[in-house]
Each structure stands twice: as C-alpha cells, then as structure tokens.
C-alpha cells in the first residue's frame, strides 16, 4: 500500500483537483490511502472567521465567500446541481452555520471544531469527483482512525488506539478501492473533534503510513522536491536528490515548511521511504528521503518567518541560574511552547519562539511576577546548515540583527 499526501495548493481550484485526480488514475492499479488538506487558503479563512466570531464580529460575508469558493469548484467539476454531492456539501456547511451560532466555552476546543471543516469538506468534493470519473473511492471520516489525547490544537497521538483502528478500519477495506481521508484532524477520547497543529497533514500520512507499514508515502508539492532553500525566496536553490531521514528532520526543526517537522520520525522508525513530488511535473522523480550516507552538503537556508524574540530578566541582582532557567523550562513545557533558539547572558535569558499570541500571551501572564519580560513580534529566524561567509552576508545584508549565533556547523540569526 501507498500513502498520497495531497496538499492546499494541490487542490486549489477545479483545474489543480483534476491534475491532482490524474495522478490518482496513474496509479489506479496499487493499493492507495491519499491523505487530503483544505483547499487553498481555507484553513487561514476559517481561523479568521474563528477570530471574529469569539470577537463577536460580523462573519456573515467570509462564511458567504467560503461556501462560493467550494460551490464553485464543486460545480466546475460536477455540473449536475441534482448529483448528491451538491446536496451533501450543502449540509456541511449547514453544519459549519450551526457551530457558529453558538460558541464553545473553551476557545481551542470550539478552533478544532470549526477549523476542521477545511479537511472535511474539501476530501469529500474530491472524494465525489474521483468517483463521478469512474475511479472507486471510499470517504473515510479520520476522526475514526486517529486517536488523540483532549489537547487542543495540538492533539498528541494515542499510537495503540490509532494503529488498531487503522487496522479495523483501512486495511481490509483498501483492497477493490481508493480511500480517500482528511489530514491535520483526529478525535480525542472524549469525543470532539481535534487538530494535529497547522499544517499538519504530512504527518497524518506519516502516522497512517506507520500503523499500516505502507510501502512508501508521497507528498505532492508545487515545487520539484526538497530544495536547499524555499525556491519562492531563493531563485538559486538546488534539489536534492536524495536526503536522510536525519538530514531531512533537521532541516524541518528548523523551518523548512517544505513538510511538517513531526513527519521523519515515524516514517525513520519504519524505515518507509519518503518521497516529496511536484503535482505539476508527477513524472519526474522528486526527492527521496530514506536510510542513507549523506556526503557533504551545500549550504541549506532555511527562513522561519512570524518568530517572536522573548527576554527574561531577573529584577533583583541575582543572575540567571538553574533555578530560574527551570521556572521558564516548567512553564515552556506546560504551554507546550516551542523553544527555536535560547541565549543567556548574565542577567537575561531570550528565546526565540513561533508567534503563536495565545501561548505567548499565557507564558507572560505566568512569568510576569519574577521577570522583567520584553519582547518583539514580526521577527524572522534565519537558520544556514553548512554555513560560508558568503551565505551569511547575503542572508544578514542591510537586516537588523536581534540575537546571533553559531556552531561548527549552523549558524542562526534573528532579525528584521
Ligand atoms: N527547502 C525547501 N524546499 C522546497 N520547498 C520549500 C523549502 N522550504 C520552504 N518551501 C516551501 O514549501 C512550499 C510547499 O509547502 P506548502 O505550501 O505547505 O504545501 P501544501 O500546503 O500544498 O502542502 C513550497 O511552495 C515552498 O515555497
Ligand atoms: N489545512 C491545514 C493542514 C495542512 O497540512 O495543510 P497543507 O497540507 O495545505 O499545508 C493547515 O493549513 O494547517
């Protein structure tokens, strides 16, 4: 069995959800679990509708302007306004209606329910379509297969549950056809509905692939594979061919949100190969990422934009020592916030952190009684692997440098 990785950019119109149902048909003969995001843009739409109406704003015209988008590609597709596609699509989004009349006492919880609709409503056009074309596919709601514990928007994974109802649930059902099932979502035990943190759907292939050991996973990208830097900002990059798991791991610590960080590992334990594929070029062979000796390789740059630049300051003339540093490392820990750099001097201690506002606002709200803390939003965290002199003056030229530092081999810089 395969694993396909389809995600927002694959499936951002009508025209890309056709290309992305010929790369299905070429493979009509395997056994194959495709694994799908939002379309487009709709996860960002939903948030902000999220956002304003726990603001109590107006959300009437970006909820109209959602439901055309979708209308839209699922009319180009399937024309019939009879066919039950349409009908179904109506009632999701008269579901998503009745989740917005009310709200949720728990902001993150009521995120979940409402953020997942991207993932819903976008495999079952797609689901629909690849079965109006003549190729048999199953929905399958993943909310039934991916266990997570209550923690949202962040679910952490129940691997036993999650394995046995892969087991149950994918495996003997695969055989005669497709199943097609949503990334970035899963169920907790309490039953609601919960979210594997943004961008999440690589490593929903990941899981699915290691529970039922596929043969290989692949994610389907605009790009050509993994590049040495994003393409989009670097007309220079260069493919690699093939990377480590470790080598690839590396790189997605660090930012490269070419795949999700959470990805490698499951796929590395398995020892299933990865490969990252162009949707716009399907025959050309991509990156493969597996078991392998890596030489020396180029300089890799990876920019991590939306950072935000942290400082604790002790206020009483005492330095920083173990057991302040394990005051912020308790709270860090218990926010489940992400450290992406840390430096000390004598008095302070700076973190560079993703600018996620509601873990940010939490962490100070906690630390604010024993620190002095500043900080500093719209920062960018630029990692070098394998850093030259050159690379570091054409990243840093004419950028306000926050906070710097280097190894043997990495060099890291936040700035503006
Ligand atoms: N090292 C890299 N190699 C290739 N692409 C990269 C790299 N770093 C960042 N990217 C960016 O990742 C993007 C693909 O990821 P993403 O937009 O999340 O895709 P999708 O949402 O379709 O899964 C590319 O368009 C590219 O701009
Ligand atoms: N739609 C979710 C999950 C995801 O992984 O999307 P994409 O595959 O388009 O990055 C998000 O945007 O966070």
């Given at each position: 069995m395969k694993v396909f990785k389809f995600g927002g950019a694959s499936v951002r119109n009508a025209q890309a959800v056709r290309n992305m149902a010929s790369i299905v048909e070429r493979y009509k003969n395997e056994e194959l679990l495709i694994v799908l995001s939002a379309m487009g843009k709709t996860t960002n739409a939903l948030e902000s509708i999220w956002q304003d109406?726990?603001?109590?704003?107006?959300?009437?015209?970006?909820?109209?302007?959602?439901?055309?988008?979708?209308?839209?590609?699922?009319?180009?597709?399937?024309?019939?306004?009879?066919?039950?596609?349409?009908?179904?699509?109506?009632?999701?989004?008269?579901?998503?209606?009745?989740?917005?009349?009310?709200?949720?006492?728990?902001?993150?919880?009521?995120?979940?329910?409402?953020?997942?609709?991207?993932?819903?409503?976008?495999?079952?056009?797609?689901?629909?379509?690849?079965?109006?074309?003549?190729?048999?596919?199953?929905?399958?709601?993943?909310?039934?297969?991916?266990?997570?514990?209550?923690?949202?928007?962040?679910?952490?994974?129940?691997?036993?549950?999650?394995?046995?109802?892969?087991?149950?649930?994918?495996?003997?059902?695969?055989?005669?056809?497709?199943?097609?099932?949503?990334?970035?979502?899963?169920?907790?035990?309490?039953?609601?509905?919960?979210?594997?943190?943004?961008?999440?759907?690589?490593?929903?292939?990941?899981?699915?692939?290691?529970?039922?050991?596929?043969?290989?996973?692949?994610?389907?990208?605009?790009v050509p594979g993994i590049l040495n830097c994003d393409p989009k900002l670097f007309a220079d990059a260069v493919k690699f061919e093939e990377l480590s798991y470790q080598e690839a791991a590396e790189m997605t610590y660090y930012g490269a949100s070419v795949i999700h960080p959470k990805t490698i590992k499951p796929l590395a334990n398995k020892n299933i190969p990865l490969w990252v594929k162009s949707f716009e070029a399907p025959e050309e062979r991509g990156t493969l990422i597996h078991d392998c000796i890596m030489g020396q390789l180029p300089p890799c740059i990876i920019i991590k934009p939306n950072q935000c630049l942290i400082t604790f300051k002790v206020t009483d003339f005492t330095f920083i020592n173990e057991e302040n540093l394990s005051l912020i490392f308790h709270s860090l820990d218990a926010l489940n916030i992400k450290i992406n750099v840390m430096q000390n001097t004598a008095i302070s201690f700076s973190i560079c952190v993703d600018n996620q506002d509601y873990k940010i606002k939490a962490l100070i709200n906690r630390l604010q009684d024993h620190f002095k803390i500043l900080y500093n939003e719209d920062l960018t965290l630029a990692t070098v692997k394998n850093y030259s002199p050159e690379v570091i003056k054409r990243i840093s030229e004419g950028k306000k440098i926050y906070l710097e530092q280097r190894s043997r081999s990495n060099f890291q810089a936040v700035m503006a």
């Open positions: 109406r726990l603001a109590e704003k107006n959300i009437a015209e970006k909820l109209e302007d959602l439901r055309t988008y979708h209308f839209g590609i699922l009319h180009e597709l399937i024309p019939d306004t009879q066919h039950p596609a349409a009908t179904e699509l109506a009632q999701w989004f008269e579901q998503l209606n009745n989740y917005l009349q009310k709200v949720d006492s728990n902001a993150n919880r009521y995120y979940d329910a409402l953020i997942s609709f991207g993932e819903l409503v976008s495999s079952h056009i797609v689901a629909h379509y690849l079965n109006h074309i003549g190729c048999p596919t199953q929905w399958l709601d993943a909310r039934e297969v991916i266990a997570t514990d209550n923690t949202a928007r962040e679910g952490k994974i129940d691997w036993e549950k999650t394995h046995e109802r892969c087991n149950q649930l994918i495996k003997p059902n695969i055989k005669n056809k497709r199943i097609i099932t949503q990334g970035f979502i899963g169920k907790s035990e309490d039953g609601y509905t919960t979210t594997l943190g943004r961008e999440g759907s690589d490593f929903t292939a990941a899981i699915v692939a290691s529970c039922l050991q596929a043969e290989s996973v692949s994610i389907w990208k605009d």
